[in-house]
């Protein structure tokens, strides 16, 4: 990641940080004890963090023998080569891109490019103006991003040994320089290498820094740069259930940027920042190995659904390029209890995102409603209501006002899919209140018809949804709970 932008951002966060964030989590590399292991993508950290390779910056010795690395790699693996004239690098100056095509198998759509890439450059032995300090030590860089290089290498191989290729190619990138500015990936949508000539990127995840996965916690950047990513996601998530915290502020700090900049949808995964970032103590000990595996393999689920959508893309939606966690926050603001009547004999009122239509947010539970009962909280997102997808709020309103005495809502919650049972309540008396102190784009879920009283709610707890990970191709080891 490119410490420039970063600088204002971790200047804020750094007391937090250092404050206990890391303090707790620290010991949980040494717990999952797999970053010294010979195989998987603890072999892929250890090799690019290692002190022989200098910290890797671009155009240095080192930086080439990184690249080396990773040619090797993509070549043991039998991927081909999608550089200048039959390599696999895509130089520029001093410094080269790396770049691997996995051929779609769909000619309708084998000129649509999906990519998945990670920066494979640091900053060398640092200086003042990219490290921390203290400069002149070697700066590994094993999470930044010695760590996503590693994500993109696993999701390499795992393309390769797959029988059925998906419908639509799969590039595999490796950027250069990104710590001098985004290089490497700004050179790249620029000027593309005679074997990509004729196609063009319709969606990108770029990995940088997937290294510290801390509480299961990954950071999403660009989720609202195509109709749809979020759920997109969040069922590439169903087999690994991690936390994804959706940030909408885009901003220059890594490799995504130039491509949202170009109009293509891309989503970033990183594992947020701590006291090691852009130091000489980016070392191997300290990364989440089994975090690496878990990140990769979301990826990978995205990666796959995308390439192997039939049917057109939905394409890039602007505004999710303008969109700041600003709007995230009055989307997703409470509305108050008591502010308003209750009419519905659910208990909820949503707004509706015009980002996705197809998930409006709970921003009220009524206390001691069938929703409360049966677990909803302000936040969560309905897609469903009895296995069948919500259309719109509007739609979703008459569904809840229509339906019997019991429901089951899949909702999505941090990016976690889930099913809950709701048993409904009896219809509450109207006080006569209209809906209008609920902010315009926010609506309670309709009023009931029902009459009959309902037995006291036994609220089934919120299960999760049937995981999904079967469907992926073996070889990203799942080795987390
Ligand atoms: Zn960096």
Known sequence: MDVRTVLPAIAVGWSILSAG???????????????????????????????????????????????AYIVETLRGAGLRPAGDEGTYYQRFGTMRNILALVPGSDPACERELVVVGAHYDHVGYGTAA????????????????????????????????????????????????????????????????????????????????IGRLRGERVEIYGGRTMLGLRRILAEANRGTGLELIFDWDIVDDSDHFPFIESRVPTVMLH????????????????????????????????????ADQPGALAGFRDAGRREKNAHRDSLERVVPAGSVATRGRWGMSTRSDAGDPTAPVVVRVVPDSPLDRAGLRTGDRIIAIDGEPIVTQTAMLERMATAGDALRLTLERAGRILDIDVVGGRAPASTGETQTAVPSPAADEGSGAMTRPIPPGKPLPGRPAPGSAASLPAGLKKNRP
């Not at 707790?24 to 004890?33: I, K, L, P, T, Y």
């Not at 970053?35 to 250890?46: E, K, L, P």
């Not at 070697?138 to 059925?164: K, T």
């Not at 990936?185 to 074997?195: A, L």
């Open 271 to 306: 594992t947020g920042l701590h006291d090691e970032y852009h130091r000489p103590s980016d070392d191997v000990q300290l990364v989440n190995t089994a975090g690496v595996e878990a990140v990769a393999r979301l990826a990978l689920g995205m990666v796959m659904a995308v």
């Open 21 to 67: 964030l890391l303090g707790g989590e620290r010991g949980h590399a040494a717990e999952a004890g797999s970053v010294n292991d010979a195989a998987g993508a603890g072999r892929h950290v250890a090799a690019l963090a290692d002190d022989a390779l200098e910290g890797r910056e671009g155009g240095s010795r080192g930086g080439r023998a990184a690249g």
């Open 130 to 209: 990219n490290s921390y300090g203290p400069t002149g030590l070697i700066h590994n860089g094993a999470d930044d991003n010695a760590s996503g290089v590693a994500g993109v290498l696993e999701i390499a191989e795992v393309l390769q040994a797959m029988p059925a290729k998906p419908r639509r190619p799969v590039l595999l990138a490796f950027w250069d320089g990104e710590e001098k500015g985004l290089l490497g990936s700004w050179h790249f949508v620029r000027v593309r290498p005679q074997p990509l000539l004729d196609l063009r990127p319709v969606f990108v995840v770029n990995l940088d820094m």
